[in-house]
């Protein structure tokens, strides 16, 4: 298992790694064109609905389950949906046509609704522009509150943080060989065996990591399951990140990858491995160093990091920089929505600051019960 794990992480170092992959895949597989019913399973969805005249929805759930969104409000009323995306589509063969596929059905099906699709790297705008689909290239990263996550004068406690899910395709292990580790974790979806020996391959790897979903962390090694880890606030985590002189991401693969901006945000330098998903969007290579997916180069790195020893406003500002043309993106896309329903008469910058939220969604509303209420 040791080895397979090895040679993936040095398969995934290798230029066009994921093309290669995707090639091979195609090539014993093919599109899928079947029409599937959405998901009605699912109680709780994530958007936010920010107009009514017309109905404009920011959206981050799968674009066919969007039909229910539809179908609750009606066929004939005025719909927007704006829908970012959590995932790379680059993920796996076929992923970015499924996609098209699923949006034209939306939108045969629902001939009033407009569907504009957000993206969160120029390689995936560039694809849904060349298939004549409605997309901006808006990094979702852009829309994360930099109110919430800050520099502070606190003494700095451990030389890494990982925020990042304790499971394997965040690659925890390959700080091995770092000595003082803060850890944050979202909550766990679904232990089972797999995730269970994870666990335990880190407990092994970085038994003395610090956990700090729990009240002033605890050891890794005495965490004895994945059930019913809390979820942190952004202020508590924000607080986590101040204490450790660098970030880390160690996946290759994520979508925008929210902890990345954080930790810039946060003023804190940052380590990744070679990656997919458009986390790299606002990276700058004074703070953010590229490292090889194995524990000597990921722990040489954050060395090189920490002995720079870069003033957190310097990395903060720079980062605001590279967000705002999203962010005004975002803005003229909505203000160019209003008129083309025929209000000439919005103020935008009023309007974002009424209505601006962390990442720009409300989490785990309750599905259908709080649009139905919302749409009265």
């Given at each position: 298992m040791k080895n397979n794990r090895v040679l993936k992480d040095i398969f995934?170092?290798?230029?066009?790694?994921?093309?290669?992959?995707?090639?091979?895949?195609k090539l014993f597989s093919e599109q899928d064109t079947n029409l599937y019913p959405p998901s009605f399973s699912r109680t709780h969805r994530n958007y936010?609905?920010?107009?009514?005249?017309?109905?404009?929805?920011i959206i981050l759930e799968p674009i066919n389950d969007i039909q229910l969104f539809s179908k609750t409000i009606g066929k004939d009323k005025d719909i927007v949906f704006l829908k970012f995306f959590s995932w790379t589509l680059y993920d796996k063969p076929y992923?970015?046509?499924?996609t098209i596929f699923d949006y034209r059905i939306h939108l045969q099906k629902y001939p009033r609704h407009k569907l504009i699709l957000l993206l969160n790297t120029v390689e995936e705008y560039n694809y849904f522009k060349k298939n004549d689909i409605d997309c901006h290239f808006i990094n979702h990263n852009s829309l994360v509150d930099p109110q919430l996550f800050k520099p502070s004068s606190v003494t700095k406690k451990y030389d890494v943080v990982y925020n990042g899910r304790l499971e394997l395709g965040k690659r925890h292990y390959l700080l091995s060989l770092c000595k003082s580790i803060a850890l944050i974790s979202a909550p766990i979806l679904k232990q089972n065996e797999e995730k269970l020996k994870y666990l335990g391959m880190l407990k092994?790897?970085?038994?003395?990591?610090?956990?700090?979903n729990f009240s002033g962390g605890i050891n890794l090694s005495a965490l004895q399951s994945l059930k019913y880890i809390p979820q942190l606030k952004p202020e508590s985590i924000s607080k986590i990140l101040n204490l450790s002189r660098v970030g880390v991401i160690l996946s290759y693969k994520e979508g925008a990858c929210y902890a990345s901006i954080e930790y810039l945000l946060s003023g804190i330098p940052m380590v990744t491995t070679k990656n997919i998903?458009?986390?790299?969007?606002?990276?700058?290579?004074?703070?953010?160093?590229?490292?090889?997916?194995?524990?000597?180069?990921?722990?040489?790195n954050i060395h090189k990091l920490i002995e720079k020893d870069i003033d957190p406003i310097i990395i903060r500002e720079a980062t605001l920089k590279k967000m705002k043309p999203h962010i005004d993106r975002m803005k003229n896309l909505i203000l160019n929505i209003f008129k083309l329903y025929g209000n000439n008469n919005i103020?935008?910058?009023?309007?974002?600051?009424?209505?601006?939220?962390?990442?720009?969604?409300?989490?785990?509303?309750?599905?259908?019960?709080?649009?139905?209420?919302?749409?009265k």
């Open positions: 995934f170092d290798v230029p066009k790694s994921h093309e290669i992959k995707n090639f091979l895949l936010y609905l920010i107009s009514k005249d017309p109905y404009i929805i992923l970015l046509e499924r092994d790897a970085i038994p003395n990591s610090k956990i700090f998903g458009g986390r790299d969007i606002f990276f700058d290579d004074r703070f953010c160093v590229r490292s090889l997916s194995n524990n000597y180069s990921v722990k040489h103020d935008i910058e009023k309007f974002w600051k009424g209505k601006f939220i962390n990442k720009m969604l409300k989490i785990s509303q309750k599905f259908p019960e709080e649009l139905k209420k919302e749409i």
